[in-house]
């Protein structure tokens, strides 16, 4: 069975400072993997997807992910972060050839401060 | 577009007690999900339907039932419930199986 493994469940940094939010996922066959996230009451909404192509996919708000295959790793980036980035982040993972069911990791909480 | 949709949104229950909670979606969407949140676990689902007609159960589905009513809503039963169903309950929706998903706003729910 794949899992995912976001490594850290809380990453406190400063408004304007780069943010790095680590996930793992194992999987010895082609992946379809996600980021979503989750602001305070709501649901989870996309916020980038790698399927195939371009290994390094971004958003409209300035995130960025690389699928690195060697590594099992699909990491998010972000340069400079904003207030409104304070958010819990998931990872997941669609393994193909299965069931197609997203396995989600279990979350990384951003806090930015000002 | 309404999106997702879920109803009720916040549920205090007391042991033993049954409720339904509902889900709809009008993206015309074939495949629907139900997850339960808990803090430290992230989603872990309970059931799913991959098209109208068929459930199947997810990784947590002892103590639930689900029911595919028509191509837009899902629902989800809890015959009995326990205080370890306390939690935040999420319904999501997606074109197909492996396409990305759209959830709704969630129902909290306590059992006490």
């Known amino acids: 069975a794949q899992s995912v493994t976001q490594l850290d469940s809380q990453v406190p940094v400063f408004e304007e400072a780069p943010v790095e939010l680590r996930c793992n996922y194992s999987?010895?066959?082609?992946?379809?993997l996600f980021w979503y996230v989750q602001y305070p009451n709501q649901g989870l909404q996309l916020l980038l997807k790698?399927?195939?192509?371009?290994?390094l996919v971004e958003s409209i708000n300035g995130f960025e992910a690389e699928f690195n295959k060697s590594q099992t790793s699909f990491h998010l980036r972000k340069p400079s972060v904003h207030i409104s980035d304070t958010a819990e982040y998931f990872c997941?993972?669609?393994?193909?050839?299965?069931?197609?069911?997203?396995?989600f990791g279990r979350g990384t909480s951003l806090i930015v401060h000002p | 577009n309404a999106g997702v949709t879920q109803t009720p949104k916040f549920q205090v229950l007391k042991t033993g007690q049954s409720m339904t909670l509902q889900c709809a979606q009008d993206?015309?969407?074939?495949?629907m999900y139900w997850y339960r949140q808990d803090p430290g676990m992230g989603l872990r689902l309970i059931y799913y339907?991959?098209?109208?007609?068929?459930?199947d159960k997810g990784e947590v589905p002892n103590g639930y039932n689900v029911s595919r009513l028509n191509k837009r809503e899902f629902s989800l039963r809890l015959e009995s419930a326990a205080p370890s169903q306390t939690s935040v309950y999420f319904c999501?929706?997606?074109?197909?199986?492996?396409?990305?998903?759209?959830f709704g706003p969630g129902t909290r729910l306590t059992v006490l």
């Open positions: 999501a929706s997606s074109e197909e199986r492996g396409f990305e998903q759209f």
């Open positions: 999987s010895s066959v082609s992946v379809y």
């Open positions: 790698y399927l195939s192509g371009s290994t």
């Open positions: 997941a993972v669609i393994q193909s050839g299965g069931s197609y069911i997203p396995t």
């Open positions: 993206m015309n969407h074939n495949s």
């Open positions: 339907s991959a098209s109208e007609g068929t459930t």
